[in-house]
C-alpha cells in the first residue's frame, strides 16, 4: 500500500472596509446624508457610471492610532465596497449532537473550549467525500450551545440530531491545511469557508487559481475529475462548493492554474455575510508515487460592474 504526504497551502485576500450608518429607525437608515445643492446621485452611460455630489465641507481622511474617520457625502460609501475573509480549518475542533439550520441557527457542541463569539467555523456531518458542510458566525456561545448569524452551505439536508460519531464543528482560522498520511481507498478532505461583505449593488464574484498543480516536483496528482465526483481509490484531486452563493453547486472540480469562479451574487450582502463552504477532496490510487504533494491556492475577489 502506498502512501504520500500531502500538503495544501491557502492563502488569503483581506479586503476590508468600514460600515458606517448616519440615521436609523426601525425599518429605514439613511446611510449618507448631505444637505447641499446640485448634482446626481447616480449618473449613467452606456459604459460608466458616476456617483456625484455638488460640494460639501471638511471633506476627507482623518487617521489617529485607533480610529479613521471618512467625512463628506461620498467618502464612506467608497471604504465600504469589499470586505473579504477566507479561512480553512484547525486542530481546535469538537464533535457535536444537535443542530438547528438558517438566520440564528445553532449547534450542539461536546465542547466549547478554543471558540469564541465572532469566530468563522464550519459545522460537518459524516466526514468523507459525501459530508454535508456549512459555515457560519459565532454570534454567541451558552454553555455547550453556539448561535450562529446565518449557517451557509449544506444546512438543509442536514440531520438535525447526527449519528454515526464522525461529525465536527471545526474553528476557522488558519490560512493552510494539511491532507497528512494519505492512503489508497481514503477519503481525505479539508473544508475552507469564505466570508465577503459588500454595498454594491451589482454584487461581486470570487475566484480560485493554483500556483501550480499538486505536485511533488515533476510528479503530479490527476486534478481533472471529468464526471464531477472524486472517487476514493482513484487519483484524483478537486473540490467543492457549497451555499446560496456558490457557482457549480455539489461539484467536484479540479483545482488547477487556470481560474475559476466559485463564488457570485448579482447584489449587496447586507448586514449578514455571504459564505460558501468549499470542500477540498483527495485520493490516490496504488500507482501514486510517495511523496510530499503540495499547491499554493489564490482566492480572488472582484466586484461586478
Given amino acids: 500500500m502506498r502512501k504520500v504526504c500531502s500538503l495544501l497551502m491557502v492563502f488569503c485576500l483581506f479586503l476590508f472596509g468600514s460600515n458606517v450608518f448616519a440615521m436609523t429607525s ?9 444637505i447641499n445643492q446640485g448634482g446626481l446621485d447616480v449618473g449613467t452611460s452606456t459604459n460608466y457610471s458616476v456617483r456625484d455630489t455638488i460640494g460639501g465641507v471638511s471633506v ?23 470586505s473579504y475573509i477566507v479561512r480553512t480549518g484547525t486542530v481546535v475542533s469538537t464533535a ?12 450542539a457542541v461536546t465542547s466549547a473550549a478554543g471558540f469564541a463569539v465572532g469566530d468563522l467555523i464550519a459545522v460537518v456531518e459524516n466526514t468523507g467525500f459525501s459530508e454535508l458542510a456549512v459555515v457560519a458566525k459565532i454570534t454567541d456561545i451558552s454553555g455547550l450551545t453556539i448561535t450562529v448569524d446565518r449557517f451557509e452551505g449544506d ?3 442536514m440531520n438535525p440530531s447526527p449519528v454515526g460519531g464522525n461529525d465536527f464543528v471545526y474553528l476557522l482560522s488558519a490560512n493552510s491545511f494539511s491532507f497528512g498520511t494519505v492512503t489508497v481507498g481514503s477519503e481525505n478532505t479539508a473544508v475552507v469557508g469564505t466570508s465577503v461583505q459588500t454595498n454594491i449593488p451589482t454584487g461581486y464574484s470570487v475566484y480560485i487559481q493554483a500556483s501550480q498543480d499538486l505536485q511533488n516536483g515533476s510528479a503530479v496528482i490527476m486534478n481533472s475529475v471529468s464526471d464531477g465526483t472524486v472517487t476514493a481509490g ?11 452563493t456558490a457557482v457549480n453547486p ?7 492554474t487556470t481560474q475559476r469562479v466559485i463564488q457570485s451574487s448579482g447584489s449587496g450582502t447586507g448586514a449578514i455575510t455571504d459564505k460558501v463552504a468549499m470542500i477540498y477532496k483527495l485520493a490516490i490510487s496504488g500507482t501514486t508515487g510517495a ?14 460592474y
Fill in 96 to 107: 457535536y449532537s444537535g443542530f438547528v439550520d438558517g438566520v440564528g441557527g445553532t449547534v
Fill in 155 to 157: 444546512g438543509g439536508a
Fill in 291 to 304: 511523496g510530499t504533494y503540495s499547491q499554493s491556492v489564490y482566492y480572488a475577489l472582484t466586484a461586478n
Fill in 26 to 34: 426601525t425599518n429605514f437608515s439613511i446611510q449618507w446624508d448631505d
Fill in 234 to 244: 482513484s487519483e484524483e484531486y478537486g473540490a467543492e462548493v457549497t451555499g446560496s
Fill in 60 to 82: 476627507g481622511t482623518s487617521t489617529s492610532n485607533g480610529y479613521q474617520m471618512f467625512a463628506g457625502y461620498r467618502a464612506p460609501e467608497a471604504s465600504y465596497l469589499l
Fill in 250 to 256: 455539489g461539484t467536484d472540480l479540479g483545482v488547477t
